[in-house]
């Protein structure tokens, strides 16, 4: 089961920085799920909310701001903890920061029209300059926007998030023919998983911090999870496989050892 770190490491460091991100990469976590807004000038960045108001000292909507004054915000405010101010980065800069990252889920929140067209054009265009199809999935719970994306290129994978029972998750993904089923991890269960796996969706739990759920939906065949505290649970499950590992069979003989763990459980 693979480990996102949700919007970084949003339990462990401030959430949407390069410094969250650092320091979930330093701990071994190369999946991560972020939230992409569009600012003034026109640039994806890292921000959960439409408005900068809850994670920074700045009022109002992040289509206010330009990269530049973003990126000089201090963005500690109703976050984890952290010594030194943050600024609101941008999709190229983190980029820019790794070159190992596996896989990221880029998440579009809902916005004026007009703004998710000029988004649509720029996520297509990164993805397309850094040939990027095989590292991310752009996902929503804004239909039309996961159209547009789509109708830009095909080759790019898209994700439905989905938060509530009705209407019918599945039957929204099957439509859109999306390959990530991003969905709330209360809404799970053994059937459902079954029926996403069999039309080839992966699908990914959001948010989960405990390791009792994070158990049970493994048990479900849940190919991965986003949790906000990152760093400690893929300590978790490497420490359960060196313990499998360790273990001897009925025969008294140490058991095969399995795969190294990179964050796949």
Known sequence: MIVYGHRGAKGEAPENTLEGFVHAHRQGIRHFELDLVLSKDGIPVLVHDLTVNRTTTFKGHVSKYTLAELTRMDARRNVSSWPSPVGIPSLDQ?????????HLQLEVKSDKSPRMNVLSNRLTEIIQARRLYDKVAVT??????????????????????????????????????????????????????????????????????????????????????????????????????????????????????????????
């Not at 983190?94 to 596996?102: A, V």
């Open 140 to 265: 929503s719970s804004d239909i039309h926007f996961l159209k547009e994306i789509r109708r830009r290129n095909r080759n790019i994978r898209l994700g439905l998030v989905a938060e509530r029972k009705f209407p019918r998750p599945m039957s929204i993904a099957s439509r859109l023919e999306v390959e990530y089923l991003c969905i709330n991890w209360k809404l799970l269960s053994k059937e459902l998983v079954d029926d996403a796996h069999r039309k080839g969706m992966h699908v990914s739990a959001w948010t989960v911090n405990r390791i009792f759920d994070m158990l049970e939906l493994e048990k479900m065949g849940v190919d991965s999870i986003i949790t906000d505290y990152p760093t400690s649970t893929i300590t978790y499950f490497d420490n359960r496989t060196r313990h499998q590992r360790a273990l001897p069979d009925n025969s008294g003989v140490a058991a095969p050892g399995n795969q190294q763990a990179t964050g796949t459980h």
């Open 94 to 102: 983190l980029l820019d920061q790794f070159d190992d990252l596996e």
